[in-house]
């Protein structure tokens, strides 16, 4: 068994651990009692289908072994499954089930099920308390800084809160039964941490690739360790995105106008941050900022396995367009995060939308 590594989210009265390690969710009945999680009302384990067949029968008994009473929601899984209809569908069950405000809910799974059933939680009875167990690399961004929502047809993520967890369990051995490209997706974000915050740890990940690809237990358990580390940072500075943590938006200006366009599902949103992030490189260089900045990003997201090329049928037009419905579109200008160095971004508010669509129309052309 590989090392356990616990970090905590610093925000006062709601400061809040991330355990990391392989055998976690066996101890699930302990932390939830450890950290304050009723049982005297029924919790609901918020999953989907895939992640369900999996880890979900493990969950359950171990919390009922300690006492919890359980109700279990599934939904489809997908992005499909952010949406207020499923939103509303959970409310309901909630109640039925008898849910009070000593509830609680677990979202076992990764970003779509982390958000949509934070989502359930920060809104059920004006706000219930809520636990992360994520299954998928990606949701270790997710499920950490308490940003949680539903889509909007017109555009991802615009209909939210931010509601922190009580705590987050992240058991490595749920992450065995990834398929490969929802692996190289979670690692986007993974490289994300690193282009932000820290140069040393995206040539660690360079040169860590091909163990972080075949989910090497010790490789996976520190790159999700640094890449908590940089959120929990930045979040415990700036909860609300008042300033700071919009730097964890590089990549996603471009990103969510992808998958807005793309139709959700044709493009994984870590792919889409990847082209994305791409795109921010390429814009960094125009303002200036060194070449090997695009070529590093372009070079470590490739070696995890991610696309760099925007997919051509995509229409400038519409991507320019979804763009301006996100909320990185502020007073009349797109908020952009810009690296300057590696390990460093900025947050620029002056990228004129004539630069932007040529950084579209260069990202079709990419080998
Ligand atoms: O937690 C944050 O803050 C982030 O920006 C992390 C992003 O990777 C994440 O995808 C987030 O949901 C996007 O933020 P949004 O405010 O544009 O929905």
Request: charged share 20%; hydrophobic share 45%; aromatic share 6%.
């Amino acid at each position: 068994m590989g090392e356990k590594r616990e970090l905590t989210v610093e925000l006062g009265e709601r400061s809040y651990p991330i355990y990391i390690g392989e055998g976690i969710l066996a101890e699930a009945g302990k932390l939830f009692a450890q950290h304050g999680i009723s049982a005297k009302s029924p919790v609901m384990i918020v999953s989907d289908e895939a992640v369900a067949k999996h880890h979900l029968p493990q969950l359950q008994s171990v919390l009922k072994e300690a006492g919890f009473s359980i109700v279990t929601a599934i939904v489809p899984s997908g992005e499909g499954s952010k949406s207020l209809a499923v939103f509303e569908d959970l409310v309901g069950q909630g109640l039925k089930a008898g849910m009070d405000r000593k509830s609680t809910i677990v979202a076992l799974g990764g970003g779509v099920v982390g958000d949509l059933a934070g989502y359930v939680a920060a809104a059920y009875m004006r706000g219930i308390k809520f636990v992360q167990v994520p299954t998928t690399i990606l949701a270790h961004d997710s499920s950490v800084g308490g940003k949680v929502a539903v889509n909007h047809p017109l555009a991802k993520n615009i209909i939210g809160a931010f509601h922190q967890p009580e705590l987050v369990l992240y058991d490595l051995n749920t992450l065995q039964t990834l398929p490969q490209r929802e692996v190289s997706a979670g690692l986007s974000e993974v490289v994300k941490h690193g282009l932000i915050w820290d140069a040393e740890f995206v040539t660690w990940c360079d040169e860590n690739a091909d163990r972080l690809l075949a989910l090497d237990p010790d490789a996976l358990g520190y790159a999700l360790y640094k890449g908590c580390s940089v959120k929990a940072a930045v979040v415990s500075q700036d909860e609300r995105e008042n300033d700071l943590r919009a730097i964890l938006n590089l990549g996603h200006t471009i990103g969510h106008a992808l998958e807005a366009v793309a139709g959700y599902g044709e493009l994984l949103h870590g792919e889409a941050i990847s082209i994305g992030m791409v795109g921010s490189a390429m814009l960094a260089v125009r303002l200036g900022a060194p070449e090997e900045i695009y070529t590093v990003t372009k070079h470590v997201l490739r070696r995890v396995g991610l696309p760099t090329k925007l997919p051509e049928h995509l229409d400038t037009e519409a991507i320019m367009d979804a763009m301006m419905h996100d909320k990185k579109f502020q007073e009349g200008t797109m908020v952009f995060i810009v690296p300057v160095a590696l390990g460093r971004v900025e947050i620029n508010k002056t990228v004129s939308s004539a630069l932007v669509r040529e950084i579209v129309e260069e990202l079709k052309r990419e080998e």
